[in-house]
């Protein structure tokens, strides 16, 4: 079983379709980036969602939008002019909306009014 899990960012807006059997699909590209400075890499995931959640969820998949995707991942190798190439693909089984619509910020990222709930929050003690 191949299984993928990534966070990252909506390259465009999702493309959502309909197949002659009623069938909705919603197609998307993520972009995962991973290192820093002059050693940072951009990796593209084109990603494919299917069935009622694809309509339901297709509006709220717009560039810029934070994502967690998991799902079952392929590797497709192709041959261009320029030579021989690859690209990621997922099927997604489950997607996590980090922010809100087009906002490009994180919930978490919502600063504290109140000191006490921070300190609360930020506490080094295990609740358990």
Same mark, same amino acid.
């Given at each position: ?14 493309? $959502?379709?309909?197949? *002659?059997?009623?069938? @909705?699909? =919603?197609?998307?590209?993520?972009? =995962? /980036? ?8 951009? /990796?593209? %995931?084109? =990603?494919? $969602? &299917? ?8 509006? @709220? ?8 995707? @998991?799902?079952? &991942?392929? $590797?497709?190798? @192709? ?6 190439? +690859?690209? %990621?693909? =997922?099927?997604?089984?489950? %997607?996590? $909306? ?13 600063? !504290?009014?109140?000191?006490? +709930?921070?300190?609360?929050? &930020?506490?080094? /003690?295990? *609740? !358990?």
């Amino acid at each position: 079983m191949n299984i993928i899990t990534f966070t990252g960012r909506v390259g465009q807006d999702a493309d $959502l379709r309909q197949t *002659p059997q009623d069938r @909705y699909v =919603c197609n998307f590209r993520v972009v =995962c /980036e991973t290192g820093f400075g002059t050693n940072k890499k951009a /990796e593209w %995931i084109d =990603c494919s $969602l &299917f069935g009622q959640r694809a309509e339901k969820v297709a509006k @709220y998949i717009t560039k810029g939008t934070p994502v967690t995707v @998991y799902g079952q &991942f392929d $590797l497709r190798t @192709y041959t261009t002019k320029n030579g021989p190439g +690859a690209s %990621i693909t =997922c099927d997604v089984a489950d %997607i996590a $909306l980090q922010g809100g619509k087009g906002s490009g910020e994180s919930q978490a990222a919502v600063p !504290f009014d109140d000191k006490k +709930a921070a300190d609360a929050a &930020f506490s080094d /003690e295990i *609740p !358990f």
